[in-house]
Structure formats: structure tokens, C-alpha cells
């Protein structure tokens, strides 16, 4: 029987320290501010823009939302990037994803200043995540370090397996188990039995987007569990990318879909607007 790691709870002390740090910039003069580009009428991503203007009125970060038509082109989206990395009041810039199928998303990264991009989805971010020298690591991937540091269990050393290869997740996720020393493995759509790397897992983590794709029997007795899916299954109800009930006779420790992994990601996109703060400051 495992413990459930509750993302909420550690999500909220992430904020909290987020919010004291930012009242004692203040203190000095300083603001943090982050802009939010939401390009067309998505509803899921409308959801995701609201979330993270509450979370920065409970961090005391100035919010700064831009909402364009689907029919912006990509030309005046970037002429925007490029105004708020002109803009002192902005310390991030966040262009939520997915963006219009006329737009380029890479054109529009590739624009985002990387002292502002607190997705850290520029390649200038992407390559110090790589080199170890980072200042601001992808909100997902960090969010999930923070979930296993939660736990008290140790990376270093563990036998780390990440199902998933994708720029956003898995890829950066990876590197991150390897910076804390973990020996790592990462598993994609075409490796040779998945069940047999799983099993070796101390600490796996699921990036898939294949509803309930672990199961129990593939879990190692005593592994840390941390899946970041979430699928909308057919009667509307979320799930994640392992199968929670039998996971869970086998996993040390794992997260809940909804509410492990979900709450971090705003949360630690607050923490990199307070970084990029911060760096402004020190200029
Ligand atoms: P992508 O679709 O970009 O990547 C999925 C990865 O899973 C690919 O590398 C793919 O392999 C691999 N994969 C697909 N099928 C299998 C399989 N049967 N066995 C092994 N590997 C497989 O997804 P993302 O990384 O963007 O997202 C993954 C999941 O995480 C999604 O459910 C998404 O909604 C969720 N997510 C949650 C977030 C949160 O805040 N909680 C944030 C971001 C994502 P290949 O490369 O070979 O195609």
C-alpha cells in the first residue's frame, strides 16, 4: 500500500514561499510581473490562463493577460512578444499552447526573449538545462522534482525510468534525474518491452498521454510513482497515464490524477517569474 503524494499541498508551499519572497521585493521596489498570451477561443487553454492569473494575485505577481483573436497572424503575435520583451513591467512571458494551426509555435518561442521565457522552452534555456547551468527549468519537469523531493526519497543512485521523449516533458525530465544523479532510462513508443524497464524503476515517472498504460505488475515493490498523463477518458472523468488502483499495492509513494503533477506546473511557473524577477533585479 502506498503513501499518495498530494500535489496540492506541496503546490500550495510552493507558492506561499513564492508570495513571501515577492513581499520582500516589494519591500525593496521591486514587482514581478508575467504576461500571458492566449491566442483564440480554446476552452481547456482558457481554463489554464485563468488558473494562472490566481495563482499570481496569491503571489502578489503583477498579471498581464493578452487574449487575441484565432485569426491573429503570426506576425503580429510576434511583434507582441517582441513589445513585452521591450516591457520593464514584464519579467515573463508565457504564450499558451497550443497555438493556431497558422502559426508557427517555434517562430514565436524562438522570439521570447530567454531572460523572459519562464516556460523555458527557448533553445538558449533548453541548452543550459542540458549544460546544468539553468536558471529557469521547465514548469512540468521541475514541478515533478519537487513531487519526488517531497517524498524524502533520494534520486541519487536510484534506477530512474521516464516513459516519454517529448521536448516538454519527458526530454527535460530526463535530464533533470541525471543532474540529481539518478541512472536513467527513458522509454518511448518504440521500445522493446516497456513492462521489463518499468520494473527496474526506484522512481518512474509517466509522460505518455495513454490512459492507465502502467499497470500494477509493472511496478518495482516500493517505487516512487509520478505520473504526469492526463487523459480525458469516454465518461468525461480524468485519469493518468498508470492504472492508480493497482499501482498503488505495488508503489512506495505515488500521485493521483487529478491532483499531483496538475498543481505543480502553475506553481512553478511562479517560482521562475520570481527568478526572473530577481535577475532583473540583480542587473
Ligand atoms: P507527447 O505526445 O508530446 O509525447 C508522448 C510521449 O509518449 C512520446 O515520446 C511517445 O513516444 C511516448 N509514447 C506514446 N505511446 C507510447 C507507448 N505506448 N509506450 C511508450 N511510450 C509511448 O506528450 P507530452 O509529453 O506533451 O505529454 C504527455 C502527457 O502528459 C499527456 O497526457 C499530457 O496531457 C500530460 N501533461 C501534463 C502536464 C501537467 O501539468 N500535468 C503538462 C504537460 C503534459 P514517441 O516519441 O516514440 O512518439
Not at 515577492?22 to 490562463?49: C, H, N, R
Not at 513492462?195 to 522512481?203: F, T
Not at 510513482?225 to 509513494?253: H, M, P, Q, T, W
Amino acid at each position: 500500500m502506498s503513501m499518495i503524494i498530494d500535489g496540492k499541498a506541496v503546490s500550495a508551499k510552493v507558492k506561499e514561499n513564492v508570495r513571501d519572497e515577492i513581499a520582500e521585493l516589494k519591500k525593496k521596489g521591486i514587482t514581478a510581473g508575467l504576461a500571458v498570451i492566449i491566442v483564440g477561443d480554446d476552452p481547456a487553454s482558457k481554463v489554464y490562463v485563468r488558473n494562472k492569473k490566481l495563482a499570481c494575485e496569491f503571489c502578489g505577481i503583477d498579471s498581464y493577460e493578452y487574449a487575441l483573436p484565432a485569426e491573429t497572424t503570426q506576425d503580429e503575435l510576434i511583434s507582441l512578444v517582441k513589445k513585452l520583451n521591450a516591457d520593464e513591467r514584464v519579467d515573463g512571458i508565457l504564450c499558451q499552447l497550443p497555438l493556431p494551426e497558422h502559426i508557427d509555435e517555434k517562430a514565436v518561442i524562438d522570439n521570447i526573449s530567454p531572460d523572459k521565457d519562464v516556460d523555458a522552452f527557448h533553445p538558449v534555456n533548453v541548452g543550459r538545462i542540458m549544460i546544468g547551468d539553468y536558471r529557469f527549468l521547465p514548469c512540468t519537469p521541475a514541478g515533478v522534482m519537487e513531487l519526488i523531493a517531497s517524498t524524502g526519497v533520494e534520486v541519487k543512485g536510484k534506477e530512474c525510468v521516464v516513459v516519454g521523449r517529448s521536448n516538454i516533458v519527458g526530454k527535460p525530465m530526463a535530464m533533470l534525474l541525471l543532474h540529481n544523479s539518478g541512472t536513467v532510462t527513458v522509454c518511448h513508443s518504440k521500445t522493446k518491452d516497456l513492462a521489463e524497464h518499468c520494473r527496474k524503476a526506484d522512481i518512474l515517472v509517466a509522460a505518455v498521454g495513454v490512459p492507465k498504460l502502467i499497470t500494477g505488475d509493472m511496478i518495482k515493490d516500493g517505487a516512487v510513482v509520478i505520473d504526469v498523463g492526463v487523459n480525458r477518458l469516454e465518461n468525461g472523468k480524468l485519469c493518468g497515464d498508470v492504472d492508480f488502483e493497482s499501482a498503488k499495492e505495488k508503489a512506495s509513494y505515488i500521485t493521483p490524477v487529478p491532483g499531483g503533477v496538475g498543481p505543480m506546473t502553475i506553481a512553478m511557473l511562479m517560482k521562475n517569474t520570481l527568478a526572473a524577477a530577481k535577475m532583473k533585479a540583480a542587473e
